[in-house]
Every structure is written in structure tokens, then in C-alpha cells.
């Protein structure tokens, strides 16, 4: 699967530009639909299927939102989170954590952190689709 694809047309980022999504999840079908969901509604999407890519990707590209599952190889959600609020340049990205897992150990990191929600796996798309929206208008990235 490629790791960039990106859609040139339909929602708008307050600077004008497109919207570009990053999504993490090791599960390649989740990613896919992701991915085909933030494209049909006109988003630019960044793909990756572990943390270290994610990581990479977010600092090359510099998405206004980021998606990442907890449980990844190579580096968690949570370390990827980690890693970008440490970097200057993509410290201000949100992101919202897509999980199967809320343990006690995981759910504070998430609930204390800014710029950060969580959705349960599964999730609803709609409810997603709706808090990325939130996210995006929300905390724009300029």
C-alpha cells in the first residue's frame, strides 16, 4: 500500500489548502477505510502501519490531524504521541487515538493530554467523522 495519497479537492483547511489526515493503525483494514472515508470527503491522507512511520511521515508532511491506533509494532501510539509534542514542528498536531483497549494504564495518558480524544474500537464512523471535524476547526494548524 502506498504510504501518500493525496486527494487535491474538497475540504478545506483554514489556510485554504486541502486537509491532511494522517492514519496509524496496524489493522490495514481499518486503514483502508479510513483512508477511503477522509478521501471521499476531500481530505489529503498520510498512511502508515506502525509508529516509527508515523512519526516519519508526520514530520515530513505536517498533517492538521493525526489518528493513531495504541497497539502498534515498532513504536505505540502513545510513544508516536510522545515523540511528536517533543519535536517543535509537530508538537501542535492532534490527534485522536483510535483503541480496542482503554486499560487504567493507558486512559490517563490519553484522557491528560491536549490536543488529544480517543474512540473505542469499534467505532462508529460517523462519530469519528464528527470529532475530526471538531478537531480540525478546532485546532488549526497555521
Same mark, same amino acid.
Given at each position: ?55 516519519? *511521515? ?9 489518528? *493513531? ?24 498536531? +492532534? ?12 486512559? +490517563? ?12 474500537? +469499534? ?20
Amino acid at each position: 500500500m502506498p504510504a501518500y495519497n493525496p486527494n487535491e479537492t474538497g475540504d478545506f483547511a483554514p489556510s485554504g489548502e486541502p486537509s491532511q489526515i494522517l492514519i496509524a493503525d496496524d489493522d490495514p483494514a481499518i486503514v483502508r477505510l479510513l483512508e477511503e472515508n477522509f478521501r471521499e470527503q476531500g481530505h489529503r491522507v498520510l498512511c502508515a502501519y506502525d509508529g516509527q512511520m508515523a512519526v516519519r *511521515l508526520a514530520r515530513q508532511h505536517h498533517p492538521q490531524l493525526a489518528i *493513531l491506533d495504541v497497539n502498534m509494532p515498532m513504536t505505540s501510539g502513545l510513544k508516536a504521541l510522545e515523540y511528536l509534542r517533543a519535536a517543535e514542528d509537530t508538537s501542535r498536531i +492532534p490527534v485522536i487515538f483510535i483503541t480496542g483497549e482503554l486499560s487504567k494504564d493507558v486512559y +490517563p495518558l490519553i484522557d491528560g493530554a491536549a490536543r488529544v480524544a480517543h474512540v473505542k474500537k +469499534p467505532f462508529e464512523l460517523d462519530s469519528l467523522n464528527s470529532l475530526v471535524t471538531q478537531f480540525l476547526s478546532q485546532y488549526p494548524i497555521v
